[in-house]
Each structure stands twice: as C-alpha cells, then as structure tokens.
C-alpha cells in the first residue's frame, strides 16, 4: 500500500482538486440578524432567514442549510426549548426541524404536508415545559419538543398571532385583538371549551428578546460569510469570476428589491460592490435587472436598472446614466414618473461597445462606444404603442455571429428580437406557431440562449423552442418545439418540456441545455435533446426552491449556479468546457489517490470534445472505457462487471474523437 501511495505523488502534483461530482453547495446571506437564541455558551442566529451558531468558548461559527442537515430553506421562526435542549426551526412553508445542539436534526413535516383550506402559516412560538405552542393562522399546533411530534392541533377558526401560558390556562390572541382562552387541563380539541375573555395581564404576550438584546452587539461583528442579499435575478461568468445582480420591481409583483451587484471568486469569497450611494433621480439605489463588463478593462462594469444604466469602476460608483441627465434616456411612457426608466437589458460586444435596451421610450436601443459617445436607436419593429419601444424588453446576448438577440417579456406582445450592429437591421419574432402548424399559445416570453450547434433557443411560458441558424432571417416560419421519440415501437414522439414555465437557460460544455422554471425547480437535457438527464426539485435535492431566476456555469470546473427565490446554490456536474487539446500537463484525473473510503465518481478532466477515454489495469486489460461529456469523463472505480477494482496503478488512455491519439494519465487506487 505504501509503494502505491508513493508511486502517487510521482504522477500527480494537484495540491487542490475541484469539488467531488454530484455535491451540491449553498451561498447563502447572513447579513441581517433577525433573531438570537442563547443555548448555554451557543448563540443560534436566525439571518437573512438562514441559520448558524457561535460558539462563545471556542469563537467558531457553524452554518446550517440543505447541503448538511437541515430540511428546507427560508427560516421564519426559531426558539430554543431549554428544558428539552432543542431548537425549533419553522420554515415558510410550515416545515419544521428540531436540531440539537450537536446539529443532529429531526425533520417534523406533518404540518407542512397537512391539505387544509385554512391558513397554515405560524405567526409566533411560545414555550411551556417540554411543549412548543405555535400560533397559526386557524388555531393552534402543540409541539411536543421530547418526543419530536404534534400531539395536538386546535382548530379555533382564527388567525391567532400570539399564544401564552399562565395561571394554567392558555391564551390565543387573535389578529383582530380579541383573546380567547381555555385551562390547560380541559379538552382543548373542543372548540367549545375556548372562550373569548378580557381578564388577563396584557404583558403576558410581550415576546422575550433578552437573548437578542444581549448578544445583538456581539453578533453584528461576527463574520459567517456568504453574500449580502439573497437576491440573484441575473448572473454572468467572466474571467472565473461569477457577477450577479439582484433584480427586482416588475418580475417580483412590485416588490423592490435592494440595488446590489455581488461577485464570488475561485476561493468562494464574496465581493460587494458600493451600493450605499443614491442614483440620479431616484430615492434609492434598487431594481437592478442585468450587468455586463467592458471586455477592455473587466474593472469597469455597468448594469441595467429601472432607474437607467449605473456605473462602475474597481466595484465604485460612478455615475447613473438617466433621462434627465444623459441624452436618449426616457421615462416609461406607461408610467410617467421621471426616475422610471427601463433599460433590463444591457450587453458588450468584443471591440467595448455598450448596448442598453430601454423600454416604453423612443429610442428602444442606446449604444455607449469605447470612446464614451452615445447614440440611439429605433425601429419599426420595436414599437409597441404608437412611437414608444416594447414595454419589457430584457435578456440581452451577443451570439456566435454578432448578432445581438432579446425578448419582450411583456403579456401584450409576447416576442424575441434579432439586431445586427453592423446594419442596424431588426428581425421581430412573435409567430409562436410550431413546425406542425399548432399555435403554442405562449403568454410570456423569458430569455434567449445560443447552443452549441448556432441555434437560438427561447424559453417561454408553453416550454422551449428554438429557430435554427439557417432559419434566423425567416422569423415568418415560426418556431420549432423539438419532438421527443417516444421509443416505444410507435412512432409518436413529445415536445420537450410543452407546456413547462421555462424562465431561464445556459449551455454547458457538453453542449446540454439547463433550463430553470418558474415553478418546477430544474432541468438538465442532453445535447441532441432526446434525453431528459436530470429534474432537480426542492423534494429530491438540496436546491433551495422551485423557482429558478438565472443559471450560470463555471465552464471550467462544471459547477452549475442557479439563482432562486430563496438564493444561491450550486451543483457540480459532470461536464466542463472541451480542452482545444489535450495535453499532459492539462490532463488529469481527481481525485488522486483513490482511497478506501472513497465511493464517489473519479474525474479525469482536460479532455477535447468528445473524447475517447479507456481505463487500463497495469497489465493492460480493459476496466472501463466511455466518451467525455465536454472536457470531463467519470468512471465510478468499478470494471466491467460492476465489481471494484483491486488496489494498483491504473492508466487513462486517451483519443480525439477523430481517432487520433491522446495522451496518458495515471490513477492510483487504494482498496
């Protein structure tokens, strides 16, 4: 074993390798304390609706999430239970965890998973002996904290916000004021035995924040990592670093979301840009939609806004580009404030020319050139309302052609757009109809992605659809919905994902498409779209909601970004950008040694594009052999058989997918 070992780190000198195939990671903000609880020397934090824990003796600092050990994400409500010595964690969706000090976690789902017409929602926790009372929008939930189960549930057709104990009886306040009340030692299941009352000490209901007012102080210097917002509208990778903005106003039912861009780099730090300034026009810096970097200087980058264009440099404010004080900007026709101004779309070409979108105005597209100087411009084909652009016009791409792509994701007009740069030339594309004649239906039109093959992809509230590149200048002809083969000897086959709320897309490196929904968590599909490879939800993985808003991918180490409702996570999948060529120094394989207690998949990454990949047993017999998925190739440690592979030395033989020879690398396996 020990020669093996040894004759390892001859082969292999990767000090650090990318995260293990399959794993899933979570970037969640911890920046707004909302609650403390003190268990002994241990403070839990509820933050920015997450949780972690500081201990006082040693200093350290645990967080908690989906990846290792809790049950759902988005925290409303946390106590600690002292007599029990477990902490109980209410989520949005009325999910429950009870998680000891240790971090050993019990999930209690029966409220969560309970069909009722009333309103579940628990407003307030309070505690007597081992009992947790939880006040909920019909009545209610006694929680037995010892034997991790409801044992109770009162059904007192009221919003109860507040519950307390005293002099043996227990109080229900409603959110109307009125309080009802019942002895502890009657039936409390009948209705009958609950009886409005004024004769009670209004401070019963005071909710006790001594463990929040003590350790608040202490708590705000503490530095558990993670991003300031769990917002991610919008993403993009750039020089391996992924940028993010927030989003916000009209995606989110009028709701503003704070104005933030957030950048994470390769060692998982997070960057946050200046955002306490206040913009042109505007009361408050929020509702920023898109962001793009100046490809002659990546410290400069600009994002869009519904405030117009904003600025920066080195991660500094530097000027709010609006109506007002920048000529070609304008307010929103269909809403006249001054400081309203839709630019959600805004991209760079390579020679560092700006292209912003700004919607319900009269110059649809505003272009910035490298030297600073602006223009506009308007077309027939963008015109919603007499001489004013779409209303909702976002998504903007630059593809493989220079063309510059985007959608109207406006009800009224649902379309996708094509400019040429070059010619100033608009193609508008709003027959929906598909290649078998049957109009789609489509309401909503969300993003739009180049694949692999040149086609333009558009994710739309009826599933995706795609125009060829040899179609591009017939937007006439419609789209197509690809046709799924059944396989089954008939031949009837199903459009992709029909009738699907797809918001967002990205290609990976094996050419496979991600698509991410609005309600349906996330899809993985093959590159020729025949198979579907994953479907990522909430109850089968760690992904922290259903409602996807962006998708982003490190090309370069496959891990897969996907912005949610409730924030960032990740999952590191099994493809990355195909290698030009492969070479020694750029093939290799992790992880390296292969040691006993290792189960996982083994990764050789590096590879060209489709690439031939064997592995060899020292005396030369095939254990495996397969195509890589971009750049990357998994083998599971087993032969041929299924069994695993004995202790040795094993080689990877390697060969373009024209048949030309690759190199070698070297796998050591510990049994």
Not at 122 to 148: P, T
Not at 208 to 233: A, I, M, Q, S, W
Not at 403 to 411: E, I, Q, T
Not at 647 to 665: L, Q
């Amino acid at each position: 074993m020990k020669r093996i070992i040894i004759a390892l780190f001859c082969i292999i000198d990767y000090a650090i390798c990318p995260a293990q195939i399959g794993t899933w990671h979570n970037y969640l903000s911890y920046h707004e304390v909302q609650d403390i609880c003190a268990a002994g020397d241990e403070l839990f934090v509820k933050a920015s609706n997450g949780l972690y824990s500081y201990n006082k003796n040693d200093q350290s600092i645990r967080t908690y999430d989906k990846v290792n050990g809790l049950s759902d994400t988005y925290i409303t409500h946390i106590k600690w239970n002292k007599k029990v010595g477990r902490l109980l964690i209410v989520y949005q969706n009325q999910n429950m965890d009870l998680m000891q000090q240790s971090g050993e976690v019990v999930n209690l789902s029966d409220l969560y998973q309970k069909s009722m017409t009333a309103d579940k929602t628990v407003n307030s926790i309070c505690n007597h002996e081992q009992y947790a009372y939880l006040a909920c929008g019909f009545g209610i939930v006694k929680v037995d904290m010892e034997r991790s189960e409801i044992s109770e549930s009162y059904q007192l057709n009221a919003n109860i916000s507040r519950v307390a104990i005293a002099n043996g009886n227990i109080y229900a306040r409603q959110s109307n004021g009125q309080v009802l009340c019942g002895a502890l030692d009657d039936n409390l299941l009948n209705p009958n035995n609950w009886k409005t009352t004024t004769d009670y000490d209004a401070a019963i209901f005071n909710e006790d924040r001594t463990d929040y007012n003590e350790n608040l102080e202490l708590v705000k210097e503490l530095k558990p990592g993670g991003p300031k917002y769990n917002h991610f509208f919008n993403m993009l990778f750039h020089q391996g670093l992924l940028y993010t903005v927030g989003g916000g106003w009209w995606q989110f039912d009028n709701y503003h979301r704070p104005g933030t861009i957030q950048v994470l780099n390769a060692d998982k730090e997070w960057n946050i840009y200046q955002d306490d300034f206040k913009p042109a026009f505007a009361t408050k810096y929020e509702d920023v939609n898109a962001i793009a970097i100046d490809p002659l200087d990546d410290s400069h980058v600009m994002v869009a806004s519904c405030m117009g264009v904003i600025e920066f440099m080195n991660g500094q404010f530097q000027k709010n580009y609006t109506a007002g004080n920048t000529d070609y900007f304008e307010s929103a026709a269909s809403n006249g404030a001054p400081n309203y101004v839709r630019t959600d779309g805004i991209v760079y070409d390579q020679k560092g020319n700006m292209y912003c979108l700004n919607s319900g105005s009269t110059t649809a597209i505003i272009k910035r050139d490298a030297n600073g100087t602006w223009s506009g411009f308007m077309n027939a084909a963008l015109i919603d309302k007499p001489e004013h652009s779409m209303r909702v016009m976002k998504g903007t791409m630059i593809d493989s052609r220079g063309l510059m792509w985007f959608v109207n994701a406006h009800s009224e007009h649902p379309a996708f757009f094509c400019f040429d740069p070059e010619t100033e030339e608009v193609e508008r594309y709003e027959n929906f109809s598909n290649q078998d004649g049957t109009n789609m239906g489509v309401v909503r039109v969300n993003s739009v992605c180049e694949d692999k093959n040149g086609n333009i992809w558009v994710t739309t509230d009826k599933g995706p659809v795609y125009v060829t590149k040899t179609e591009i200048a017939e937007p006439s002809r419609g789209v197509i919905q690809y046709k799924v083969p059944r396989n089954d000897g008939t031949n009837y086959a199903d459009y992709l994902l029909a009738n699907v709320n797809t918001h967002c897309m990205a290609i990976d490196g094996g050419g496979r498409k991600w698509f991410g929904t609005t309600d349906n968590g996330v899809y993985l599909i093959s590159a020729d779209n025949n198979t579907q490879i994953e479907h990522f939800t909430t109850l089968n993985s760690p992904l922290l909601s259903n409602n996807i808003e962006s998708i982003a991918i490190n090309q370069e180490t496959g891990e897969v970004f996907f912005g949610t409702e409730y924030g960032l996570c990740s999952y590191m999948s099994n493809s990355t950008a195909p290698a030009a060529e492969m070479t020694d120094d750029g093939v290799y394989a992790y992880p390296n040694p292969v040691t006993p207690d290792y189960n996982g998949l083994i990764t050789i990454t590096g590879l060209s594009l489709d690439a031939d990949v064997k592995i060899l047993s020292s005396n030369g017999q095939l254990v495996a052999e397969g195509r890589s998925t971009g750049g990357t190739f998994t083998w599971n440690g087993r032969d041929k058989d299924g069994s695993r592979v004995a202790s040795g030395i094993y080689m990877v033989a390697t060969a373009t997918s024209e048949g030309n020879k690759g190199v070698v690398c070297k796998i050591a396996v510990v049994k």
